[in-house]
């Protein structure tokens, strides 16, 4: 998907809104568990309750390796869907990898050819040849790790390097990189004072903004900083709106609780004349 | 698997050495092909000519991902067999995984529980919380990115935080970590001339060396400067051991490789009375 493709759906939906698919057995509904494939029916229920909601879906894949084989086929069966039907959607595999060249390379076949997501999240730790095999496909989107919204995120993302905090740096650094129209950042919604400054190192790119709602963030300081002329935000929910209800109205609350983000999405961008 | 039972197996094969199976369909010796898992068969070639040569093997969970649901099952079928026949190799998940706290709970229970590996590989980049769940499980080591042998690490890794450099604050920052014994680290052969300074600050921890042949590290350097009273070294070489052959010998070439650099070892650790 290109990001033109993005910002165009964003308008017609008047929401920039993610859906994270942190599936947990021990979080979905109990009637699903006699399901054979229980992750993926919960998915696809989800999915069809909330899609003209959001823009975005976004698998973390910890959870789907968690299970094993099984789970590497709920999420094959996962993107599948979403490619098939709903192939206006954004899909974001939330991996964070990164290893040396050749390896990487191998992560990027993985994701964006066999699975066929749009975008994957990478860690910078590791550098240039780390990060460009995933730059070299076109139309492919990859997301940097800059300022997470974890208390880790203070250990080394905050620390200065000459002056400059490291997560600025793996900004700076990573637009010199071969492809980098192609990149995207993590940047924390629990951080959002932070956003003014990002958006002068990166005026333009999409920020996918994870932490609004469960881990405190707030959507309008994370619109005042940073939302751009193309809107350049993603912002993701998982927990709060995947696990609004554990009955057999899981999917109708999922829904609610992701309209509620949508109305206020569309409130921010239209007292912004963005749509 | 203990750090002493890994000690006990070092000097009783005098061989710190670890073989990464980095196993890739175009470069395993064609005839296995008609296979019905391939990926297995040539692992299982590898590890039953080399295991008497060798302390510990690595799967880089990249290649394995690279083929899907498939490459998950070779990848189970390898840990099985390497837990069931040979549960005295101590066994590395090379994944570089990293995440929140929740997430990275999820991701130490696919590799340490389901997978059941002795140890997996961890990016730093987002801070205790992200490490801290895998350091929870005993006698399981987690294996934190340091100094890459890559050209990337010198991207952020070598640029200095308040005069020290970040792989430096990493190593420092993780020894304050709960579960901090349960540290190994990630330290590039081909910059070994930096060994001597780590060691200033982790004097005992395993280090798990890659990049020593075909990334042009030297195994004398890395012993003169990193080696510990209890050994402290796995050395990693992947495709210079396991694709020494592409013909039906393959498994016997890759046990002259592996038996060349387990004499150079053995060399190293009777040399300096370690035995």
Redesign the interface.
């Known amino acids: 998907m290109t990001t033109q493709d993005l910002v165009q759906q964003i308008r017609m939906k008047k929401s920039f809104l993610c859906i994270g698919l ?1 599936t947990d057995l021990e979080k979905i509904p109990p009637h699903l568990l006699q399901e054979e494939d229980p992750i993926f029916e919960f998915n696809k229920a989800i999915i069809d309750a909330t899609n003209h909601l959001c823009v975005a879906y976004k698998p ?1 894949i ?2 789907y ?5 099984k789970g ?2 709920s999420l ?1 069966r996962t993107i599948d869907y979403l490619n098939e039907r709903y192939p206006e959607q954004f899909t974001i595999a ?1 991996a ?6 050749n ?2 390379a ?2 990027a ?2 994701f964006f050819e ?2 066929n997501f749009d975008s994957i999240t990478i ?9 460009e095999p995933f730059l070299s496909f076109e139309n492919k989107h990859t997301i940097l ?1 800059a300022l ?10 905050t ?4 002056g400059i905090e ?1 997560y600025k ?2 900004l700076r ?1 990573s637009k010199t990189y071969k492809g980098a129209h192609n990149l995207m950042y993590v940047v924390g919604a629990t951080k959002s004072e932070y956003l003014t400054e990002i958006r002068e190192i990166i005026p333009n790119n999409f920020l996918l903004v994870p932490g609004v709602g469960a881990q405190g963030g707030s959507l309008e300081v994370v619109c005042e900083h940073g939302i751009t002329p193309d809107i350049g935000l993603l912002v993701n929910s998982s927990r709060g709106i995947i696990y609004a209800s554990t009955g057999t109205d899981f999917a109708k609350a999922a829904a609610n609780k992701a309209s509620d983000l949508q109305v206020q999405m569309q409130k921010e961008l239209e007292s912004r004349n963005l749509l």
Do not use: H
């Open positions: 942190d973390n910890a959870f390796e968690a299970y094993g084989i590497w086929k094959q939330d964070k990898r990164g290893d040396i060249g390896t990487s191998r992560y076949n993985a066999d699975l860690a910078p730790y590791m550098g240039k040849d780390s990060v790790l997470t919204s974890n208390v880790g995120a203070f250990d080394f993302q620390k200065k390097i000459n490291l740096e793996v650094t």
